[in-house]
């Protein structure tokens, strides 16, 4: 071999180390980040009492608040984290919290819980967040998996957890889980469905789980009303709330003005932000849910910069940029090169020192980066 030759090996040999390197570093300092993100939030939000932990999401240090949505995103949390030591401890410590706030003669928990309030509501303690307790159910069956020292009970919980919502969340007329168990059939929001329930790798998790085929109906009517939500908007994007008729057709909510529940509900706002990273964990996408994320994340990638919250039309509602809406939109567009651009973009989530804004934000961010 000639040193013309040789000299070439060895500077092609050199490039490939730096390039490995730099890569190498790269995802060293990018899962020290992601673990000091994870640690500031624990410290930030993860309250331990003599009945277990929750995340507080109230900025009041007098009245912290539990919520069954935040009790069901530490458990996937702490479930997804590889601490597999302190991971274990720390989801049965939010599990027996669960466990003491669970609404009376059912499994499914409480959806608010004011810590430090002489008084609480008992429209709080009896009703339940339709979002909360799926994800406290999916947590559980992960950690059934996961860890072997409490699985019978941890597999028991979820079966009786998914018992009850098909018993107290669920809309028979169209087949699609109604927003909680006070929307039933005497409530004018039992045709109300939350757009962020739509969560089709947990019912698909659900069906294996319980072998019980309504959950596969379910996860169709569900995913049929998003896609005919995300048809209507003018750019591809689905609202906080839709309503959903005993046929199954999709109406806004401002056709009925008695069903409003706040300003933002026919919006792109905090609600709807979780659905691109609903549909993107789901490695086994039907087409609608490829056609629906595809949409969104088109009209994104359009945009010279996210702002928080849009109408239908693709109008901003805010000039400010939101954690909630973009770290759904980082992990999105990080499964497709196609979207590689807009995945850079949504990276400035991970640019902050520290975590400063709020405990929705926050918990998505870390919800994300963990999964």
Known sequence: MSKRILSFVWFFIVILLFIFSVMYIKEESSQHNKQQIYNQWQYK??????????????????NRIALSEAQGYGMLISVLNNQDKASESQFHDFFTYYTHHRIKGTSLMSWRYINGSKTQKQTDLNNNATDGDLYIA????????????????????????????????????????????????????????????VLPSFFDKFYKFSN????????????????????????????????????NKVHSLSQDKNLKLNKHDDDYYYNAFRVPYNLAINKNKSSKEKQVLTEMMKFFS????????????????????????????????????RWQTLHREQSFVLDYGSLNHNYYDDTLLVLVLFS
């Open 45 to 62: 939000y993860i309250v331990k009492t003599s009945q277990g932990s929750y995340v507080n999401t109230s900025a009041n240090s007098k």
């Open 138 to 197: 999916y947590a559980l069956i992960l950690a059934s998996e996961k860890w072997s020292q409490h699985k019978p009970l941890y597999k028991t919980t979820a079966k009786q957890i998914l018992n009850d919502i098909l018993t107290y969340n669920v809309n028979h007329n169209n087949n699609i889980l109604t927003v909680g168990n006070w929307a039933n059939a005497s409530s004018k929001y039992q045709n109300l469905m939350r757009t962020s329930d």
């Open 302 to 337: 359009s945009l010279q910069k996210i702002s928080g919250g849009y109408t239908m039309s693709g109008k901003p509602l805010n000039k400010f940029q939101s954690t909630s809406i973009s770290a759904p939109i980082f992990y999105a567009s990080s499964i497709s090169q």
């Open 212 to 247: 019980n085929s309504q959950w596969r109906l379910i996860k169709t009517k569900m995913l049929d009303s998003l896609y005919q939500a995300s048809h209507k908007s003018k750019v591809g994007l689905v609202p906080d709330f839709i309503q959903v008729t005993n046929g």
